[in-house]
């Protein structure tokens, strides 16, 4: 982890020859959005919640993409309990019963 952190910072200084040198101040940092400008983004021109969720897109793309996999996760791993758990003539757990007996068996251990 500390090897990919010190990359990153190398890597960062370095850029590349169209990249803008994080040392110096340029126009883009100085001025807010352009809402004048017609190549802006939708959003830009609205402003408002619409602005905040396409500033927030990419964090809440991975939110969304970690969602659906730890749900699908809990699923997947609640329906193959239960039929190994009918094989064995067990009970049948619904799916927050499942996570909740993972919860409390990792809390034993």
């Known amino acids: 982890m500390g090897l990919y952190v010190i990359l990153t910072v190398f890597l960062f200084q370095r850029g590349s020859s169209e ?24 959003p830009v021109k609205k402003g408002g919640f619409i602005l905040m969720l396409y500033n ?27 039929e190994e758990a009918l094989e064995h003539g067990k009970n049948v757990l619904s799916i927050w019963q499942r996570q909740l007996e993972r919860v409390e068996w990792s809390i034993s251990r």
């Open 19 to 42: 990249s803008k040198d994080p040392d110096k101040k340029e126009e883009v940092d100085e001025n807010g959005p352009r809402t004048g400008d017609p190549n802006v983004p939708l």
């Open 56 to 82: 927030h897109s990419l964090s809440l793309a991975f939110m969304l993409l970690f969602l659906i996999s730890f749900v699908g996760h809990a699923v997947c791993g609640a329906k193959a309990h239960n």
